[in-house]
């Protein structure tokens, strides 16, 4: 091999080797740089992920899924994968018989995340060889180490669902790329997308992209195609219900939900699964017409049956959360904020998830136009993959991830296919190319020019919002007999990871109740505060001042910053990050 020369990883051994370098090099950067979790339990999910895990470490059953300590008297069932849930539990388990169960907690939350990364970068660099020349692995390998957000869902400490859901979509991209004629890489495709889809349902349009593409190519190609789009519905559909049998409880095997896994996708799955096995089956003695047609029927039928049996899935998943918490709560948060929105509160950052999506839109195009009157079937996936994922990023901003997991292995493959036809695989020109197309150093150039033109603009949460998630902010607390707390939504899971208390709000959309009553409490007239605490039954409010309180001026939320009323006890010195109020024994 000439060193003038872009390296070629053909093999499967030496694709394994960038993975794991990739992977080794995140590790240590993330270790170094993020790896400080001994204080601090990441976000609200991944404390409530926590909290849920310790639940079945402490003898909940396995169907047990109501929390108790949210919101109560009612409870709260959330709708997290058990299996997830169950799976960190077990790590935590197995490495408590070795050490502390507190050790134990923090080894499996610093390690969990950084797993991850191998099977992801793994299926990314599958991908880029996929759809590219020679070099696409190589140079998808570069970006990939100059690109941090594509990290974001996978530093220690992050235990909630996003980036298993994000591995498992390049998975199931990278065995429907794999599987033009391999029953195997169908199955396996099948499976995947059927865990994916129990895990949650975040993903389930690029999983739904993943079986059309096999149900397109077995209409058009059915010789080569319909022995793997066989084996993916099969599995796609044994999957599915095996995942969801064993993680739900079974006396709610018949309700549906738009958030979860349930009856109308299940119903779904089943249409779409087996009818694809149908036509397969019959596919040889169809016309291509006539089989463009069945599929056509049998992915309408699937979605229709998911919509008839709850037809408020029409508007999303979160459908059903309560109007009234939407100004003060839900249209706030931050994850699921639209491009439009964001632009003006967090500019830096949207422009550069908009440069990120600029790019594989490109990329993804290149690949399909350079072969247009023939295109090729992976490219077609590609682009599908990456539109639907620019759409769900600009309307909401968690969505991000998958757009650089989804562009960076098409942005690699375009540069490889440039690299080979026009640099001559040279190596210098080629690292130059990649260097200066790198979405992280665009991103930076494009938002110099605007700030030189605007001005810089600050956005997202302060450090000090961020500092009242601490664990140590709430050691004063734990060491309070029980009770149930009023705060501020986000300290919800906080104080459930950290104290034996119940806690009246959390930031999640199944509990409008809650949410609805702590916020009318914080923003009541002083006067009726203390009727309306004492009605719910709390013991203790606690409240962080640098972390906003949506309330208005003059509400209890807002003079309790500034006064506290006589109906309460301060608990916490003045120097406190987190203040603990308890409630005096009514004088009645």
Known sequence: ????????????????????????????????????????????????????????????????????????????????????????????????????MAEAEWAVRFAWPLLLIFPAVAAGLTVARRLGAGSAALLTAVLMVLSPNLFIQFVPGRIDHHNVQIMLAMWAFAAALAADDSVAWGAAAGAISGLGLAIGLEAMLFHALVGASFALRMAFDPKKSARPAIAYGLALTAATFGFFALQTPPWRWGLSWCDDIGLNLIAAVAIAGLGLVAVAALAPRLTTPARLAMVAAIGAAGAAAWLAIDPACLHGPFEAVDPRVRPFWFDRILEIQPWWRSIVSD?????????????????????????????????????????????????????????????????????????????????????????????????????????????????????????????????????????????????????????????????????SWGILAAHDVLNADPASAQAMTRRLGVSYIVDCPSYPMNVSAGSFGDTLRRKTPAWLEQLSPARDRVQIYRVRPSSG
């Open 347 to 511: 500019r830096d950052s949207t422009i550069g998830e908009m440069t990120m999506a600029a790019l594989a839109l490109l990329a993804a195009l290149f690949l399909v136009l350079r072969r247009w009157r023939r295109p090729d079937a992976g490219a077609l996936l590609a682009l599908a993959l990456i539109i639907i994922a620019i759409g769900a990023n600009a309307d909401a901003r968690r969505m991000q991830s998958y757009v650089v997991w989804f562009g960076v292995p098409v942005l690699g493959a375009a540069l490889s296919l440039v690299s080979f036809e026009r640099l001559r695989g040279l190596l210098v020109p080629t690292l130059v190319a990649t260097l200066a197309l790198a979405p992280a150093n665009v991103a930076f150039a494009v938002n110099t020019a605007v700030n030189a033109v605007q001005g810089k603009r600050v956005g997202g949460v302060s450090a000090a919002a961020v500092s009242c998630f601490d664990i140590a902010n709430f050691a004063r607390l734990s060491k309070l007999p029980p009770g149930l707390v009023l705060s501020e939504t986000d300290l919800g899971p906080f104080i459930l990871a950290e104290t034996r208390d119940s806690v009246l709000a959390a930031p999640y959309h199944r509990m």
């Open 1 to 100: 091999m000439r060193l003038s020369v872009t390296p070629q990883l053909r093999s499967g051994r030496s694709l394994a080797f960038v993975a794991f370098l990739v992977s080794l090099i995140m590790w240590v950067a993330l270790a170094i740089t993020r790896g400080k979790i001994a204080g601090a339990l990441g976000d609200t999910d991944d404390a409530m992920r926590l909290v849920l895990a310790r639940s079945l470490l402490h003898g909940a059953g396995w169907y047990d899924q109501l929390v108790m300590r949210l919101q109560p008297p009612l409870g709260t069932y959330m709708h997290w994968s058990q299996l997830l849930t169950g799976l960190l539990a077990g790590l935590i388990w197995i490495v408590s018989r070795f050490t502390s």
